[in-house]
């Protein structure tokens, strides 16, 4: 079946220091990846969609600046939470869309 | 904003099916349902889709009513290995990948 596998698994940084969370399709090209975010006890939330070879489009009230998302092939997709505080500590998962919708086991960032 | 309405949470019994509706009284014709669960900490696992007739696979099954406006997933024989959150999503496939908006979902605590 369609395995992404999404690395790192958990992160702790310091405040103002920048993350990368990397998402990739293991065994199928994925035209479109999802970035999510969980807050405990909360359902995902949709914070942007990404095609490979062209720009993100982030939800609203997601700022693009913070949360820099590379699509750059058909197997990786990144997202870097750039100068992290800790209202950033939440459970990152992405999704990846080529056969059908597959999820990464999802990145705990602590950010202290 | 999620297209459906699920109970917040539900208990079953280890062995006994476990029923878990779903409305959508709003899909569209070209609208899939799709099921997937989110064991603690972890991503979002696939369970079933379907767009208008039953289905069934090893995990479990779907039944749609005719006029599509609901749905039900049958875990068949519980285990407690199925307590998870359980999410139902409406979503259109297309060939450059739909996003998949979730709602609450169903907290599902299978007990001994």
């Known amino acids: 079946g369609a395995v992404v596998s999404q690395h790192p698994s958990r992160v702790i940084c310091k405040s103002g220091t920048s993350v990368k969370i990397e998402c990739r399709s293991l065994?199928?090209?994925?035209?479109?990846m999802f970035w999510y975010r969980q807050f405990p006890k909360q359902s995902l939330m949709l914070m942007a969609t990404?095609?490979?070879?062209?720009?993100?489009?982030?939800e609203q009230g997601v700022e693009k600046d913070k949360f820099l998302i590379n699509h750059a092939s058909l197997t990786l997709s990144t997202l870097t939470v750039t100068s992290a505080h800790p209202e950033d500590s939440s459970f990152y998962i992405c999704s990846a869309s080529g056969n059908g919708y597959t999820f990464g086991s999802g990145t705990r960032l602590t950010v202290v | 904003d999620a297209k459906t309405t699920q109970p917040p949470s539900m208990d079953c019994a280890e062995g006994r099916a476990a029923n878990l509706p779903c409305n959508h009284s709003?899909?569209?014709?070209?609208?899939?349902v799709y099921w997937y669960r989110q064991i603690h900490s972890q991503g979002p696992q696939y369970i079933i889709h379907?767009?208008?007739n039953n289905e069934t696979n090893e995990m479990a099954s779907l039944i749609i009513t005719e006029d599509r406006k609901s749905s039900t997933l049958i875990l068949p024989h519980a285990t407690l290995r199925d307590t998870a959150v359980y999410y139902c999503i409406v979503s259109e496939i297309k060939a450059a990948g739909n996003k998949l908006t979730f709602g609450g979902g169903t907290r599902v605590l299978v007990k001994p």
């Open positions: 990404s095609n490979e070879g062209s720009k993100a489009t982030y």
């Open positions: 379907g767009l208008k």
């Open positions: 709003t899909i569209s014709g070209n609208e899939y």
């Open positions: 065994d199928f090209q994925a035209t479109t």
